[in-house]
């Protein structure tokens, strides 16, 4: 079992930055893949990024290119989004997920997922 824990949320004005962190501290996260996801409120969950194991490939929304940067620090079992350019728009809570495979934007190829962080981005 691999639990992962968000944290680095919170309210930021358009044009900010946050960098979410998503930490296991009770297994590592060696050979699994690592992904973002978000769910704004009323809406369904949608890929932000993901990341293979050991952090050579990456793959990003259209929504986010450019803006956010998906990273792994492996000795540390840690997974970054830095978030850049934040708009109203990138409001939704936020959660990482771990499966092992190839990357994938699909989340159904995703075995572990944490509780997610709140992001807000005012106008």
């Known amino acids: 079992q691999v639990q992962l824990v968000e944290s680095g949320g919170g309210l930021v004005q358009a044009g900010g930055s946050l960098r979410l962190s998503c930490a296991t501290s009770?297994?590592?996260?060696?050979?699994?893949?690592m992904g973002w996801f978000r769910q704004a409120p009323g809406k369904e969950r949608e890929f932000v990024a993901s990341v293979s194991w050991p952090g050579i490939t990456k793959n990003y929304a259209d929504a986010v290119k450019g803006r956010f940067t998906i990273s792994r620090d492996n000795a540390k079992n840690t997974v970054y989004l830095e978030m850049n350019s934040l708009k109203p728009e990138d409001t939704a809570v936020y959660y990482c997920a771990a499966g092992l495979g190839i990357a994938s934007s699909l989340e159904r190829r995703y075995d572990y997922w944490g509780q997610g962080t709140q992001v807000s981005v005012s106008s």
């Open positions: 009770k297994r590592t996260l060696s050979g699994y893949a």
